[in-house]
């Protein structure tokens, strides 16, 4: 790979740590949120450079629109609005990893493929496919366009886990056998099933742990996109995204008085929040006053 593309992926991705560094406290996180913006124009500078690109004009086509896009939504959607946004951004993130990973299989065709690559290849279609509808699923109950209340039936949990394992079967066969074409299309169809049923029982009100859950996927597949396509800064920042999004998911579940586990799960509408003891209530208030001072 030409090594000025290297050195600005380099960059970009020490950005991207700073600025998740930045992000762990309220004085640095405007610091940090910059930093990481300006490794996202680093990477895209790197991607533009790169010597396999032959022409520009659907890159400045889809550059133009996207960037649009991104500037109505910021106009336009309000503060208390932002947990419906993100749960759309990652909706078309998680498209955007399935699509890339659906090209990249019909271009080069399964005889051209090794075992490891379709491995990368099948991992970022099923879990940008899962984070895809999942997303959509969780910005329709946060904007009230489907019910918001927990939807449940018989033996959900067991199919839901029946259905994600039968997804891992064919994700390992089409990994051993690349030419299984048709299996590849039918684990990207589970895919999208699976993040419906898996965000169809849970509440409303636990909406924002499964965005930073279905973040984490989402940060997932990039990484497994970087592998595919041997694009360094896609590794990094996806295995960033992974690992942040799925603390993240832990922390909010925890200020919630819940476990991960109760908040994306199925419990037939009954209470799973823990009891609330007065040492906890001592600890949260302390920890209040500690950020009050911090931010004044």
């Given at each position: 790979?030409?090594?000025?593309?290297?050195?600005?992926?380099?960059?970009?991705?020490?950005?991207?740590?700073?600025?998740?560094?930045?992000?762990?406290?309220?004085?640095?996180?405007?610091?940090?949120?910059?930093?990481?913006?300006?490794?996202m124009i680093f990477a895209v500078v790197g991607t533009v450079v790169h010597p396999d690109i032959k022409s520009y004009v659907w890159i400045i086509i889809a550059g133009v629109i996207g960037s649009a896009i991104g500037v109505a939504m910021a106009?336009?959607?309000?503060?208390?609005?932002?947990?419906?946004?993100?749960?759309?951004?990652?909706?078309?993130?998680?498209?955007?990893?399935?699509?890339?990973?659906?090209?990249?299989?019909?271009?080069?065709?399964?005889?051209?493929?090794?075992?490891?690559?379709?491995?990368?290849?099948?991992?970022?279609?099923?879990?940008?496919?899962?984070?895809?509808?999942?997303?959509?699923?969780?910005?329709?109950?946060?904007?009230?366009?489907?019910?918001?209340?927990?939807?449940?039936?018989?033996?959900?949990?067991?199919?839901?886990?029946?259905?994600?394992?039968?997804?891992?079967?064919?994700?390992?066969?089409?990994?051993?056998?690349?030419?299984?074409?048709?299996?590849?299309?039918?684990?990207?169809?589970?895919?999208?099933?699976?993040?419906v049923l898996i965000v169809l029982p849970i509440g409303g009100a636990d909406m924002p742990v499964v965005i930073t859950l279905l973040n984490s996927y989402a940060g997932l597949a990039a990484s497994a996109t970087g592998f595919a396509l041997e694009?360094?800064?896609?590794?990094?920042?996806?295995?960033?995204?992974?690992?942040?999004?799925?603390?993240?998911?832990?922390?909010?579940?925890?200020?919630?008085?819940?476990?991960?586990?109760?908040?994306?799960?199925?419990?037939?509408?009954?209470?799973?929040?823990?009891?609330?003891?007065?040492?906890?209530?001592?600890?949260?208030?302390?920890?209040?006053?500690?950020?009050?001072?911090?931010?004044?």
């Open positions: 790979m030409n090594v000025t593309v290297e050195i600005l992926y380099l960059v970009s991705s020490l950005l991207f740590v700073l600025g998740i560094r930045g992000l762990t406290h309220p004085e640095s996180a405007r610091r940090g949120v910059f930093l990481a913006e300006l490794g106009a336009l959607i309000p503060m208390t609005k932002m947990p419906e946004r993100i749960a759309l951004s990652h909706a078309f993130g998680g498209l955007a990893a399935a699509l890339v990973g659906v090209c990249h299989y019909y271009l080069h065709g399964a005889e051209h493929l090794s075992h490891f690559t379709m491995g990368a290849l099948g991992f970022e279609v099923l879990f940008g496919g899962l984070t895809f509808t999942g997303s959509l699923m969780a910005f329709g109950k946060l904007q009230g366009l489907i019910s918001s209340r927990n939807i449940t039936y018989p033996m959900q949990n067991a199919s839901n886990i029946a259905l994600f394992a039968a997804a891992v079967v064919i994700l390992v066969y089409i990994t051993v056998n690349p030419a299984a074409s048709l299996f590849f299309y039918l684990m990207l169809l589970v895919a999208f099933g699976l993040g694009n360094n800064v896609l590794i990094i920042a996806g295995a960033l995204d992974g690992a942040s999004g799925f603390i993240l998911s832990i922390v909010m579940s925890k200020a919630m008085n819940r476990s991960l586990r109760t908040c994306c799960s199925a419990r037939s509408g009954k209470s799973t929040s823990r009891p609330f003891r007065r040492k906890s209530a001592a600890r949260l208030c302390a920890r209040r006053r500690s950020a009050t001072r911090r931010c004044c």
